[in-house]
């Protein structure tokens, strides 16, 4: 579903407030590493002015992102990410956080393409969708990010299926 409705007078702009800072560093994610996937959204709802982090999907909408709220501007879809080089493995996310968490742990350098191919669901809704882009990738070697929950352990089985003969991998025990 989408809030567009909901909001107004919106702003999409670079990464630089100190909240969405702190919350990122509280999350283990460095803000300049965020920075180059994530840019802030504030806007205004029910009269109140509020911010989030945006990350944006393939059908140009945001998903939002802050301590207290996740939601989504404009239409809910996935966000692919794809790599340069032909056949590199997928990594396939439930969410941008969980996205940005994993960069974090590899100690990625910031405005550098990760090595491999990315498809963020932004919702276990979006799970047919991600699967039709994950097959078109076409690269037979899929690494699964998804919650250590009955909803993400469901995800799983959903790409190991639908994946057949690729390569999968579940890293959600592994993952946090």
């Given at each position: ?47 109140r002015r509020f911010f989030a982090l945006a ?40 969410g941008f956080m969980d996205f940005l968490s ?61 994946l057949g003969e690729w390569s999968v991998t ?7």
């Amino acid at each position: 579903t989408s809030d567009t409705a909901v909001f107004q007078d919106v702003e999409i702009k670079p990464l630089q407030h100190p909240a969405l800072r702190g919350y990122l560093t509280s999350r283990a994610i460095p803000p300049p590493l965020a920075s180059a996937w994530v840019e802030e959204a504030h806007y205004t709802h029910d009269g109140r002015r509020f911010f989030a982090l945006a990350f944006k999907n393939r059908s140009g909408g945001h998903e939002l992102r802050n301590q207290y709220y996740k939601g989504c501007l404009g239409h809910k879809d996935i966000t692919l990410l794809p790599c340069a080089s032909a056949g590199a493995p997928v990594r396939v996310y439930e969410g941008f956080m969980d996205f940005l968490s994993d960069l974090a742990s590899m100690t990625m350098k910031p405005n550098i393409p990760p090595p491999f191919s990315v498809v963020v669901l932004n919702s276990a809704a979006m799970r047919e969708a991600g699967l039709a882009v994950v097959r078109e990738l076409g690269a037979a070697e899929a690494h699964l990010y998804f919650d250590n929950d009955r909803a993400g352990q469901e995800l799983a089985v959903f790409f190991r299926e639908g994946l057949g003969e690729w390569s999968v991998t579940d890293h959600s025990r592994d993952y946090v």
